[in-house]
T-cell receptor, first 113, second 117 residues
Framework: AQSVAQPEDQVNVAEGNPLTVKCTYS??????LFWYVQYPNRGLQFLLK??????LVKGSYGFEAEFNKSQTSFHLKKPSALVSDSALYFCAVREYNFNKFYFGSGTKLNVKP | GAVVSQHPSRVICKSGTSVKIECRSL??????MFWYRQFPKQSLMLMATSNEGSKATYEQGVEKDKFLINHASLTLSTLTVTSAHPEDSSFYIC?????????????FGPGTRLTVT
């Protein structure tokens, strides 16, 4: 069965500091991995994805993520956090042959000035 | 491009009534759309896959007679919550895949907040 785990309910970081939001996955076959951000009472906005190729993926708003097959992880990172990055972040996995997305439990990112 | 809209954004209804939520792909065709439910401070749970011109595929544990899905055109899917109860109060989000798209992405609507009183 496919699943995604986000071990941290909340991540706190000071503005200007680097941030990491963790994600691990379990899926049969090759994973398609995604990160989405959600602001209050809004839908999900796409940040980045890993399908194949380079393990380091760059996405929107300065975010990047590193695919690590041996550790089955896909952590989201940003070198310098902004207060406006404060939101709820979801990691998701899509199985190769199917359209369904499976989401992690979400991590609330708090960036303090 | 690839914009998905939902209507209404918020709805309050009385217990026992039915509510219809629309999901539209504004600038692309979507044979397949998805309906998710999100409880406060929780993740998105896939409820069903909506297929244009055929019956929806429901996830295990989702009552298909309670959550009626109709995908009547390539740009519109509707979710009807029948005989709503307070426990149906939730945030409902739809998403869509672009037909013949190879990016593997889904595009999400802004969500509908349903409150059943």
């Amino acid at each position: 069965a496919q699943s995604v785990a986000q071990p941290e309910d909340q991540v706190n970081v000071a503005e200007g500091n680097p941030l990491t939001v963790k994600c691990t996955y379990s899926v049969s076959g090759n994973p398609y991995l995604f990160w989405y951000v959600q602001y209050p009472n809004r839908g999900l906005q796409f940040l980045l994805k890993y399908i194949t190729g380079d393990n380091l993926v760059k996405g929107s708003y300065g975010f990047e993520a590193e695919f690590n097959k041996s550790q089955t992880s896909f952590h989201l990172k940003k070198p310098s956090a902004l207060v406006s990055d404060s939101a709820l972040y979801f990691c998701a996995v899509r199985e190769y042959n199917f359209n369904k997305f499976y989401f992690g439990s979400g991590t609330k990112l708090n960036v303090k000035p | 491009g690839a914009v998905v809209s939902q209507h209404p954004s918020r709805v309050i209804c009385k217990s026992g009534t039915s509510v219809k939520i629309e999901c539209r792909s504004l600038d692309f065709q979507a044979t397949t759309m998805f309906w998710y439910r999100q409880f406060p401070k929780q993740s998105l749970m896939l409820m069903a896959t909506s297929n244009e011109g055929s019956k929806a595929t429901y996830e295990q544990g989702v009552e298909k007679d309670k959550f009626l899905i109709n995908h009547a055109s390539l740009t519109l899917s509707t979710l009807t919550v029948t005989s709503a109860h307070p426990e149906d109060s939730s945030f409902y989000i739809c998403s869509a895949r672009v037909d013949r798209d190879t990016t593997y992405e889904q595009y999400f609507g802004p969500g509908t907040r349903l409150t059943v009183t």
